[in-house]
């Protein structure tokens, strides 16, 4: 049955396509696309560094409560084109100098080129690899790609390679979700100051989603682990799980729920979660490097089949950063030593300074200009923007490859 609400939405996004597409040309130098709620935290420093250096900015979002909404000043340059046609008619009319996205996969599903000159660039959402953590060919049709480091440069070129593909332009960016995170530290840690009073461990649970993540492997036995070994325990789930598979995250609150000791954190950016915990137990999530890396605490990560959404990745011959990073940023445990977690959760923690200083050196050697992400991300887009043409803009990529 169709709800009156969803032909209401169905229509506003037309209606939003159809203005987008009236506006000229002109004022539709920089396009940015946000698919969901999860692009905020790498979209939105690049778009805050750009307003506060005058540039107007179109927003094209699919989720209505987008938080990039905020940031955009003026409502005639947020335009709502949802999930659907509307959508897919969009990007392929699309006319501007260029539109960024923290959306792989262009021309490969859904979301195409455009049959107009646009240069298209991609906005990195994970610091992991380019090639076993995404779908092959997820950045064969991008212009140019903002990276977090130095593997995800090597990785692509190596790709380029052996595909034949033409040279993109591969931008030393760094990572504004780390640059984020490690801002509010101090913020944090002034606002919600950690009680020394309190020695017990708090351990933050925080898999990715699917097949491969603990909770549908070994959710309930790890929990209950942590809790018999009188750790406070946080549950943070991927959103992808919430959406995709709540029954799992509420079988585990139904079970561990009334343990004083138990929480689940749902919050997306789980910032606080971060903060208040010593240690993350974790797999194959992408969010595992962002704590090290911004809170400079250990990561314990349980060796469970890896996320491969690449079959092909072993033809590149470059082991993914993901598995390599994971002795840099703590240990690792199999599912049948789990009876041994307390003991290494509670080492891993007490090495201290010897463990922040392994952390930082991982991550001077991954991460491009630390601190400095979105300033020089918007640089970079500022110049494509103000080429008058694809051709000089091309030229322009080909010149700094």
């Not at 709620?37 to 989720?63: F, N, T, Y």
Request: glycine share 6%.
């Amino acid at each position: 049955m169709v709800m009156i609400s969803d032909v209401k939405a169905v229509f506003t996004n037309w209606r939003e396509s159809f203005f987008f597409k009236s506006l000229p040309i002109s004022q539709k130098g920089i396009v940015f696309y946000s698919e969901a709620k999860a692009s905020s935290p790498h979209l939105g420093p690049l778009i805050r560094e750009l307003v506060s250096r005058g540039r107007s900015i179109q927003l094209l979002v699919s989720d209505p409560e987008d938080p990039l909404i905020e940031l955009v000043d003026v409502k005639a340059n947020i335009h709502r084109i949802g999930t659907g046609l509307a959508r897919t008619w969009t990007f392929s009319n699309l006319e501007s100098a260029m539109l960024v996205t923290t959306t792989p996969d262009l021309q490969k599903v859904q979301l195409k080129r455009s049959k107009f000159d646009v240069f298209y660039v991609y906005a990195h959402h994970s610091m992991n690899s380019t090639h076993m953590a995404y779908r092959q060919g997820a950045f064969d049709y991008f212009d140019a790609i903002l990276c977090t480091g130095p593997q995800q440069i090597h990785e692509i070129r190596t790709n380029e390679e052996l595909q034949g593909l033409p040279r993109k332009t591969l931008v030393e960016q760094g990572y504004c979700r780390l640059d984020s995170l490690r801002n509010n530290v101090s913020k944090l840690s002034l606002q919600f100051p950690k009680d020394f009073k309190d020695s017990q461990i708090t351990v933050l649970v925080a898999p990715t989603w699917g097949d491969s993540s603990i909770l549908s492997i070994c959710g309930n036995k790890v929990i209950e682990l942590l809790l018999a070994g009188n750790f406070n325990v946080i549950l943070r789930p991927h959103s992808e799980t919430l959406r995709k598979s709540p029954q799992i995250v509420r079988s585990l609150s139904e079970q561990f729920g009334r343990h004083k000791k138990f929480t689940v954190d749902t919050n997306p950016n789980s910032e606080l979660s971060m903060h208040n915990s010593d240690i993350m137990i974790s797999d194959w999530s992408g969010v595992a490097t962002e704590y090290a890396y911004s809170f400079e605490k250990p990561v314990l990560f349980i060796d469970l089949p890896r996320k491969v959404n690449n079959p092909g990745y072993e033809n590149l011959g470059i082991e993914p950063s993901e598995v390599s990073v994971r002795t840099e940023i703590g240990e690792i445990i199999g599912v049948k030593d789990l009876s041994r977690i307390s003991e290494i959760i509670s080492r891993l923690v007490s090495q201290g300074s010897n463990q922040i200083a392994q952390i930082r050196c991982s991550r001077a050697k991954r991460v491009f200009n630390i601190d400095t992400s979105a300033e020089v991300g918007a640089t970079y887009i500022e110049n494509i923007a103000d080429m008058s043409g694809y051709k000089e803009r091309a030229e322009y990529q080909q010149s700094g490859s």
